[in-house]
């Protein structure tokens, strides 16, 4: 048995079935997502500084990530990106510039641990769907892995993020309606391929858990008291999430912040679990399309993740969004609109008290502003509106 089958394997969130890490799939035999778990006892790590590598990408954690070889790491550079600590509005705010990553946003850590996995078990073909962001992260580290990709996609995505799909040879198929039918028909598709779904395959959140690690690393061990994470499908929050829990788990850190989910009007549906119909419409732009997501397969994780860490969930609108990212490019970083929901719901989070002063709170920014261009120059005149 190899060493990474000691530290990692597969485990359904719903039913407790394990299965090998090498097992070609991507949800249960029940029907439900799958989990990597990573056994803490399997690892003796004393300090931080054990578990990274002097490589300057996610990868310097590769200890800590379900690939058994390194000759099979699809890599573009991703992670290691910067962070900006800043005192706004009586807090201590952590940015984490992940829309820096090589295709524009945090999509490409799970994008680069996902398709590795898919190298070592030898899948040659894949279907996925996707807003635009993750579709473009799997299409590119799809090509560089050299295997052949079809993403769907909402007609309605913006056209930047649908060029860069086909622009890395990925074959692109738009879909007319909401966002549950390009689900529909990618399932259809996946009976003839391998589904790498981002909504679904754990290898994806193995990636993003890296974001948790390297904010430890970079503020030297220090755990921020809350995140606010924009929440679509849910795999960034439970990524974050993952993160931290396993640096506390391996007792190289003491606690895991308050993780605080931030969802957009019309697509509410952690706050309707929890607390009973939101209600409202989706507007007639959906600005925040990259959590646009009427029903997340993770749900309940993603509740569950929410109460045990004692977090909430907060609801921004188009009109907040346009605020939040007018001041954030104010501060110079130029995001789209879906990033911009972290400090709309900063100030929501302020004003209702759940967010206190003097607290210091972890703001990940997504997706870089270019991805969404065509959107935002369709609303310049409320952008520039004074």
């Known amino acids: 048995m190899s060493k990474v089958n000691e530290i990692f394997t ?3 969130s719903h039913c407790g079935r394990r299965y090998d890490l090498n097992s070609k799939i ?3 035999q029940c029907g439900k997502p799958i989990d990597v778990i990573l056994n803490a006892k ?15 990408t996610m990868w310097r954690y590769v200890k800590l990530l379900p690939i058994a070889s390194p000759d099979n790491i699809i890599t573009l550079g991703e992670g290691w990106t910067p962070i900006i600590i800043k005192r706004l509005y009586g807090v201590e705010i952590i940015f984490k510039l992940d829309y820096l990553n090589p295709t524009g946003s945090f999509k490409d850590r799970g994008a680069s641990c996902l398709i590795s996995h898919l190298v070592e078990i030898g899948i ?3 279907v996925e769907d996707s807003s635009g962001n993750a579709g473009a992260a799997i299409a590119a580290y799809s090509s560089v892995a050299g295997i052949k990709c079809k993403v769907f996609v909402p007609a309605s995505a913006p056209e930047g993020k649908k060029l860069q799909i086909r622009s890395y040879g990925a074959e692109l198929v738009e879909v007319p309606g909401n966002r549950a039918k390009v689900s529909e028909e990618a399932l259809k598709e996946s009976k003839r391929t391998y589904y790498a779904s981002h909504m679904w395959n754990p290898f994806f959140i193995e990636g993003i858990k890296t974001i948790s690690y390297e904010c430890v690393e970079q503020l030297k061990g220090y755990v921020p008291d809350v995140v606010l994470v924009p929440v679509g499908s849910g795999g960034l929050l439970l990524g974050i999430y993952k993160g931290f829990k396993e640096l506390m788990e391996l007792g190289l850190i003491n606690s895991v912040p308050r993780m605080i989910a931030i969802q957009a009007q019309g697509f509410t549906p952690i706050y309707d679990y929890m607390y009973g119909n939101y209600g409202g419409s989706p507007p007639n732009i959906v600005l925040a399309d990259g959590i646009a997501i009427p029903s997340p397969p993770r749900l309940e994780q993603l ?3 929410i109460r045990e860490t004692k977090g909430d969930v907060i609801i921004v609108n188009n009109d907040e969004i346009i605020k939040a990212f007018k001041e954030l490019a104010k501060l110079g970083f130029f995001v789209e609109p879906t990033s911009a929901t972290v400090l709309a719901a900063l100030w929501k989070g302020l004003e209702s008290k759940l967010i206190e002063k003097g607290e210091s709170v972890f703001l990940p920014l997504t997706g870089i502003g270019l991805k969404a261009i065509d959107k935002l120059t369709k609303i310049s005149d409320r952008i520039f509106r004074n």
């Open 303 to 305: 509740v569950k993740v």
């Open 124 to 126: 040659d073909s894949i």
């Open 26 to 28: 991507w949800r249960c």
């Open 42 to 56: 399997a690892i003796e790590f004393k300090e931080l500084k054990d578990i990274r590598t002097w490589d300057f």
């Open 10 to 12: 597969l485990m359904c």
